[in-house]
């Protein structure tokens, strides 16, 4: 059974870093696509990272150059945000993404439809 599970959210000041980490169990992670979502209430979730499994990045325009995604071990990865801003505040998620058949997974998509599976989220607040 796959699982995903998020941490690392928290508080921050405006222009402050956090790092969030997602945990994958019941399946080997560089297998998959797996990437980050976040939702404020009353709007879409909006991707913005993805890493497949060819370690191929893509980021939304609104942190491009300040997010960055990366793979620690085959169960976890890791999103490294800095200079932070109130716009920033989320709900934030990880998700992973199946390859075609048995496959690795090699879209390059921040669309939340390529996506199969998705932790419970974790909370990010930055204050101004």
């Known amino acids: 059974q796959v699982q995903l599970v998020e941490s690392g959210g928290g508080s921050v000041p405006t222009g402050g870093s956090l790092t969030l980490s997602c945990t994958a169990s019941?399946?080997?992670?560089?297998?998959?696509?797996m990437a980050w979502f976040r939702q404020t209430p009353g709007k879409e979730r909006e991707g913005i990272a993805m890493i497949n499994s060819i370690d191929m990045v893509r980021y939304a325009d609104s942190v491009k150059g300040r997010f960055i995604v990366s793979r620690g071990t085959t169960k976890n990865i890791n999103l490294k945000m800095n200079s932070l801003n109130v716009d920033d505040s989320a709900a934030y998620y990880c998700?992973?993404?199946?390859?075609?058949?048995?496959?690795?997974?090699?879209?390059?998509?921040?669309?939340?439809?390529?996506?199969?599976?998705w932790g419970q989220g974790t909370q990010v607040t930055v204050s101004s």
């Open positions: 998700a992973a993404g199946v390859g075609d058949g048995d496959g690795w997974c090699l879209k390059y998509t921040l669309s939340q439809d390529e996506y199969n599976y």
């Open positions: 019941g399946f080997i992670n560089n297998k998959y696509c």
